[in-house]
């Protein structure tokens, strides 16, 4: 297997996140790196030589992580580094039936399906650190039935509950069941 | 076995900052050389990757002990490089980094030398 160096540098600059201005030197220094080694040998073979793309990234974010150099805000349910993706082939009016698509430590993913879980999830059943649809779980769950953190819904449980019947610490909602400090509408 | 490369590894890290200002102590030089010189001058005990390699130098840039800069060799058909340069606080920070370096070098060949009867003796 072969890249050419832009089909390398794109895979790979996918994979960094990081601040602008980290991205900028590191895809310059990438570049250039990629430039010199390809001037001493024009066969250079850069995903034998220098790796896979995708973990060449990663072993970049890790040092930089390690650097303090990273400095993105992610929404995430998974702490591993490598991101995962499967979406189901059976579909639904083109929806998959299963979508599941967590980022990793420094990404966002968004899963779309009838059951959804991901970082960020929308689906019929949606699972994740942000979770829509009409039966939610997540950090912060929006749904006609929502479990979580920060709990948004028809019927809402979680420490900040807020729905038609909110069950929380903080409980906000037509029906409260219990909670510390209660609005009633 | 892996528990060594580990070892290795983590031994390596602590020392990479040394050698790399070492390397641009002796000359301004770009990234792709500064790894070349470190597995052929190291004997190819040390082997830095790109991905371990560029962080340290942004962590160096970050704290100003080296800059970079864009050049064109002369008489030279290349692109322009970014090479990288010590900074006088670099220099500084080499040469406290050499001297802590030399001190645990030196405790540690003592311990490794040294047998449980001399500890007895004391």
């Known amino acids: ?185 | 076995m892996k528990k060594m490369e580990d070892f290795k590894k983590q031994f390596k890290k602590g020392v990479v900052e040394l050698v790399i200002l070492k390397l641009l102590d002796e000359k301004d030089q770009y990234g792709y050389a500064i790894m070349q010189k470190l597995n052929t001058r190291s004997g190819n005990n040390i082997e830095l990757k790109d991905g371990t390699l560029y962080p340290i130098l942004y962590r160096l840039e970050d704290h100003k002990y080296i800059e970079s800069y864009w050049h064109t060799e002369e008489d030279s058909r290349s692109k322009p490089r970014k090479y990288y340069k010590i900074t006088k606080g670099g220099k500084i920070r080499f040469s406290k980094m050499y001297s802590d370096y030399k001190d645990i070098n030196d405790g540690i060949k003592k311990i490794l030398r040294s047998s449980r009867g001399e500890e007895n003796e004391l």
């Open chain 1, 1 to 185: 297997m072969n890249y050419s160096k832009e089909e390398y540098v794109k895979i790979f600059m996918k994979n960094i996140f990081a601040s602008r201005r980290n991205k900028r030197r590191i895809k310059e220094d990438i570049t250039q790196r990629i430039e010199a080694s390809m001037e001493e040998d024009p066969f250079y073979n850069l995903y034998e030589q220098m790796g896979d793309p995708v973990e060449v990234a990663e072993e970049f974010m890790e040092n930089l992580e390690n650097s303090g150099g990273v400095s993105v805000v992610t929404i995430g349910i998974s702490s591993s580094n490598k991101s995962y993706e499967y979406k189901s082939k059976t579909t639904i009016f083109g929806i998959p039936l299963v979508h599941v698509n967590v980022g990793g430590r420094f990404r966002t993913s968004v899963a779309k399906g009838i059951v959804a879980i991901g970082d960020v999830s929308i689906g019929v059943v949606a699972i994740g650190g942000v979770a829509f649809g009409l039966f939610t779980i997540g950090g912060i769950a929006i749904g006609a039935l929502a479990i979580g953190g920060v709990a948004i819904g028809g019927v809402a449980i979680g420490g900040v509950a807020i729905g038609g019947i909110a069950i929380g610490a903080v409980a906000i909602g037509i029906i409260k069941v219990f909670g510390e400090i209660l609005f009633l509408f």
